[in-house]
């Protein structure tokens, strides 16, 4: 059971509301910092871990200057994570470079930042090589383990994925750099999305360690560093239990002691590039009813779409509602509470049991921390929502302003209008 919280009162939510009008993001730095020790300290048993965090899930240069204040590093995949990590100080191998698909200037930035560059094909090898003259001395795969795996349902099984190097590709790629003068090494794969199965993660490291220990027998490459990803859960559902972090620590430490050790690989740093168990459960959409509708079903229409949370919408994602101020109130109605895009699937939930909700109420969309503002989009021509932090000493600060029709037009020249004959 997981219970699910709001950081304001009614009262102060109405006072906040008059600076800053409803829709918004409200993220819980107290929250984030106390997730990100306890994250930290469950993975100290590696020395040298680092959790480098995902910026696409809450790519804010604050919130990401929160994380690096606690020692996280940044994973990108793409030239504006790059700057956005390079804005908060994040260089160097503070900077994992997990992309796939990649354009060739991506690749040089990364580079000329220092960033570790984490291949996702074989074919890269040449591509990296001819962008940037050489072959980087760091150098990591991402591995698809294919039919040694089975995948869950957000990322689907690793055979039909199309991120990673198969398992022969693996060795002749570490072959293959090696001779081409690469002299660091390390190991990457992701498997899962959402998964709250604690020993899906000790599996999935078993896997990765056998692996180097076979890389080092066949080619000598002795990997320094093994990635373990992201995809670790968080309870959207109240029913739903967080993932013990010590659980997986300590699991992952008795395989690293049993295949790693005896392989002589006993110093091999562990790494994960988790966004949303990091920063989830710590961020909210707060919206308010603005319509009411009763046809076939009963209607909440609220001020918020799927323009600024596209889970629900997209693939039916599960996210916990709260009516502020009517939490222990008997949940004897049931509503499809909708936003306003031209697109039926805009519903944050569908045949929820809620509370009798009035015009004006204060609809909490919970974990919109990782995944939310960032999955965002301009369709019908909808403005995002800002972002507001709650700092540890209880003042609120405005970390992304909302959209305006400026920002929305900002891509056209209506002054090319004049001359355009039709
Ligand atoms: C999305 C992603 C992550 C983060 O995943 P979460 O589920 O947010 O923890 C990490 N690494 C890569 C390569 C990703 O694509």
Not at 358 to 372: K, N, R, T
Request: net charge negative.
């Amino acid at each position: 059971m997981t219970e699910k919280t709001f950081p304001l009162t009614k009262p102060e939510l109405e006072a906040l509301v008059k600076k800053y009008p409803t829709p918004f993001y409200l993220y819980d730095e107290g929250a984030m910092r106390e997730n990100a020790r306890r994250f930290s300290a469950a993975f100290s048993v590696f020395p040298g871990f680092c959790e480098y965090y995902a910026v696409k899930a809450c790519p804010n240069p604050y919130i990401l200057k929160i994380l690096a204040s606690e020692g996280f590093g940044a994973d990108c995949s793409s030239l504006p994570e790059l700057i956005l990590s390079q804005k908060v100080g994040l260089t160097g191998e503070k900077v994992m470079f997990t992309s796939n698909e990649t354009p060739e200037k991506e690749f040089i930035y990364a580079n000329l930042m220092g960033a570790v560059i984490n291949l996702d094909d074989i074919t890269h090898i040449d591509y990296l090589e001819k962008a940037l003259g050489t072959i980087p001395e760091l150098i990591s795969f991402r591995y698809n383990p294919g039919p040694l795996k089975t995948g869950n349902v957000l990322i689907g099984n690793p055979e039909e994925a199309k991120y990673g190097l198969t398992r022969p590709q693996i060795f002749e790629a570490y072959a293959d750099v090696k001779k081409r003068g690469a002299k660091r090494f390390g190991l990457h794969t992701m498997v899962a999305s959402n998964e709250l199965n604690p020993d899906y993660f000790i599996e999935t490291a078993v896997l990765l360690f056998e692996l180097a220990v076979e890389v080092q027998e066949k080619t000598g490459v002795s990997v320094e560093f093994i990635n373990m990803g992201g995809g670790i859960g968080i309870p959207y559902k109240p029913e739903e239990t967080a993932i013990d972090y010590d659980y997986i620590a300590r699991g992952m430490r008795k395989a690293y002691d049993k295949i790693l050790g005896p392989a002589g690989l006993g110093e091999v740093k562990i790494f994960f590039e988790c966004g949303r168990p990091i920063t989830g459960p710590y961020g909210w959409l707060v919206t308010q009813a603005i319509h009411e509708k009763h046809i076939y079903r009963e209607y909440i229409g609220v001020d918020a779409s799927m323009a600024d949370l596209m889970r629900p919408g997209m693939y039916g994602a599960y996210h916990h509602l709260t009516v502020l101020g009517k939490e222990k109130a008997p949940h004897d109605q049931v509503y499809d509470v909708v936003g306003s895009l031209c697109e039926n699937c805009d519903k944050f939930a569908v045949q929820r049991s809620l509370p009798k909700i009035d015009i004006g109420d204060f609809i909490i969309i919970h974990d919109s921390g990782a995944h939310g503002r960032a999955m965002g989009f301009n369709y019908n021509a909808k403005l995002r929502a800002g972002e507001l932090l709650l700092r540890e000493d209880g003042k609120i600060v405005e970390i992304r302003r909302r959209e305006t029709e400026a920002d929305y037009f900002a891509t056209l020249d209506f002054t090319g209008l004049g001359k355009f004959e039709v």
